[in-house]
């Protein structure tokens, strides 16, 4: 059934789209609807953002150097606690299995594609 509802589209970097591609079959659920949770995750966020920039389009200048300082102040904040939530990620990653990658992508072998003869040392049953 087609839908009313406004649609866009996206265009990201290949990682990123792997990435997500990832997820999805992992989660069982479309790529669009991962990006559609995401968004609805930081729509009050964002609410809050459009109306501070429109308040602040208009503010005296005074004002505005107000809100510049204290948005600069949240930011570090958010910064620190992001980091710090990267940081207790990070000290759970060893605890988990690994994927096996390079530069964000999944090698041959986690693919399960054999390596190439050529290898030193390497071999495989087939």
Do not use: C, Y
């Given at each position: 059934m087609p839908t009313s509802k406004p649609r866009f589209i996206v265009t990201c970097e290949p990682h990123l789209y792997e990435t997500l591609d990832r997820y999805a079959a992992l989660t069982g659920s479309?790529?669009?609807?991962?990006?559609?949770?995401?968004?609805?995750?930081?729509?009050?966020?964002?609410?809050?953002?459009?109306?501070?920039?429109?308040?602040?389009?208009?503010?005296?200048?005074?004002?505005k150097r107000g809100l510049i300082n204290g948005v600069t102040q949240l930011e570090r904040e958010i910064t620190g606690l992001y980091e710090s939530g990267l940081n207790q990620l990070d000290w759970l990653q060893p605890k988990a299995p690994k994927p096996n990658t390079k530069n964000g992508e999944l090698n041959r072998a986690s693919r399960g594609e054999l390596p190439p003869y050529s290898n030193t040392g390497v071999g495989h049953d087939s």
């Open positions: 479309s790529k669009g609807k991962l990006v559609h949770d995401m968004l609805e995750g930081i729509h009050h966020p964002l609410m809050r953002m459009v109306a501070l920039i429109e308040a602040a389009s208009d503010a005296p200048e005074d004002t």
